[in-house]
């Protein structure tokens, strides 16, 4: 049994900069034994190499060189050097309007204006649903009431609270469900 599973690595060749080349036929599955005790309720055999323990094709394993290792880092550093500088990453500040961008367009969907402020429509709504979700409202299933971003005139039996997305939303924007819950008891 080898380091790499039930078959010793093959030795294939040895390239002109030192490099080893092996084939490793473990089967990924099952590390080359074919059949295991875990797998009792299926019959034992693995799947992936029906009980062979092979891979259909060796996978190509390489040792290198200390040398030749040194000098594939080294190309490696100088290739993400070259990315890096082609396609540098935004900075902070671009980082920070795209969040609080994102954070906008949440709130939005969640039923609050763009400025964060918003009504909660609590009471009988299920008979005006249809004229609340025209107005923009959208339905908080932790609050069990609809937010919306403007006060809807002219339903009957339902309770209008003026609220605010800070009050009511996490840091990403959604709502928070214990804050929900504390806003539902006094509702």
């Known amino acids: 049994m080898g380091a790499y599973g039930f078959y010793e690595l093959e030795y294939v060749r040895t390239d002109r900069n030192g490099t ?38 060796p996978k190509i394993v390489k040792i290198y ?27 902070e500040e671009k980082l920070l ?7 906008l367009s949440i709130w939005e969907n969640q039923g609050f204006n763009r400025d964060g402020s918003g009504f909660i429509l609590s009471g009988n709504t299920y008979p005006n649903r249809d004229a ?7 339905w908080c299933r ?5 937010i919306a971003p403007r006060p809807i005139d002219g339903l009957r039996g339902i309770k209008i609270t003026p609220t605010s997305a800070e009050a009511l939303c996490n840091a990403a924007g959604y709502v928070d469900i214990d ?9």
């Open 179 to 187: 804050k929900a819950l504390k806003l539902s008891e006094t509702l």
């Open 132 to 138: 609340i979700y025209k107005d923009g409202g959208r």
């Open 97 to 103: 309007d795209a969040a609080r961008e994102s954070v």
């Open 142 to 146: 932790f609050l069990k009431a609809y």
């Open 20 to 57: 080893k080349i092996y084939h490793d036929n473990n089967c990924p599955h099952c590390s080359g034994y074919g059949s295991l005790e875990k797998w009792a309720r299926t019959g034992k055999t693995c799947f992936e190499c029906g009980g062979s323990g092979l891979r259909p094709r």
């Open 65 to 91: 060189t200390p040398e030749h290792r040194a000098k594939l880092d080294a190309q490696k550093a100088a290739r993400d050097a070259k990315r890096l500088v082609e396609n540098p990453p935004p900075s």
